[in-house]
């Protein structure tokens, strides 16, 4: 019987001896058994993915050598399908992260969303992992690589995140640190701080059924930063959908106040309301009230 903690990574050292043997390990079977198709990922993204459920399989004192089904990674002495989620990086996972304003943002974890509504890709339960990787970020690296960790962030029942993530189509832009970029897949979010965590990986192994059934049984919760959300509820109160009342609950609920930085650059602001001045719509003083808001950005040289 699992029972719940608020979810902080576990950090696994992969730069000594033993890590760089697992790196070798996850690197060989991937250049053995590259799956090419939809959605694959490349060959570092596959061997990172590798890597991780080795990884985890050493910590759980199961077989290192790796199953081949479509479905899961890992099957528990419990009978739970165990699969492994795994995203690369030079940088360290983090639960918050700074973007352009005084707010901070929580962190997300992508599903893609084909893996989760394909019938013959059964699990029961997704352990989410960060892998932090040298600059180089190709396995298995060398022996004086010091940056290869592996970040074990939680578990989540497959069933709660088809009923919570947000599906997001190919195009959709979401915000990253202290820029943005669009989705080339078709990916399901799901948020760091709605996992079941862990404190230490053995853990997984108390994992049953029930467990699995209670979790997915679970919703209501906000998978989206605290800053888009109050983003969302002043675009829907500008609308006349959301009242006042709805608006100040959001700021209240969240801890996070009006003044978050805008989608679209604030030079795209001034330029606007400069615009508005000139067909005398607006004044000086909405523009001060707007310099307030947002500052705009002269250019700083090449």
């Given at each position: ?33 590259t799956v090419k198709g939809a959605e694959r ?262």
């Amino acid at each position: 019987m699992y029972r719940y903690t608020i979810p902080t990574p576990i950090i696994v050292n992969l730069c000594d001896k033993q890590g760089f043997i697992l790196r070798k390990r996850a690197s060989d079977f991937v250049d053995a058994n590259t799956v090419k198709g939809a959605e694959r990922g490349n060959r570092n993204e596959q061997s990172y993915g590798a890597l991780s459920e080795i990884v985890i399989r050493s910590l759980l004192n199961l077989p290192i050598e790796r199953g081949q089904s479509l479905g899961f990674d890992i099957l528990l002495p419990s009978g739970i399908k165990l699969d492994v989620k795994c995203r690369g990086g030079a940088f360290p996972f983090q639960p918050l992260y700074d973007g352009p304003d005084h707010f901070k943002r929580e962190a997300k974890h992508n599903f893609f969303a084909r893996q989760l509504h394909d019938k013959k890709l059964d699990t029961d339960v997704y352990l989410l992992t960060h892998l932090q990787t040298s600059s180089k970020g190709i396995l298995p690296g060398s022996t004086r690589e010091k940056k290869w960790n592996l970040f074990i962030c939680g578990w989540v029942s497959k069933g709660r995140v088809v009923k919570e993530g947000v599906f997001l189509p190919r195009g959709s832009l979401t915000e990253q640190g202290r820029t943005w970029f669009t989705y080339r897949g078709q990916e399901i979010e799901f948020y760091h701080r709605h996992l079941n965590g862990l404190h230490e990986v053995k853990e997984l192994l108390q994992l049953d059924k029930k467990d699995v059934k209670e979790d997915a049984r679970r919703h209501g919760n906000l998978h989206l930063t605290s800053v888009d959300a109050l983003r969302i509820a002043l675009d829907l109160r500008g609308r006349g959908i959301l009242t006042e009342k709805q608006l100040d609950f959001v700021k209240s609920a969240l801890s996070v106040d009006a003044k978050v930085r805008p989608i679209l650059h604030p030079n795209q602001y001034h330029h606007f309301m400069q615009w508005l001045i000139n067909q005398q719509q607006a004044d000086q003083t909405t523009m001060d009230r707007l310099l307030d808001f947002i500052k705009s950005e002269d250019f700083s040289g090449i």
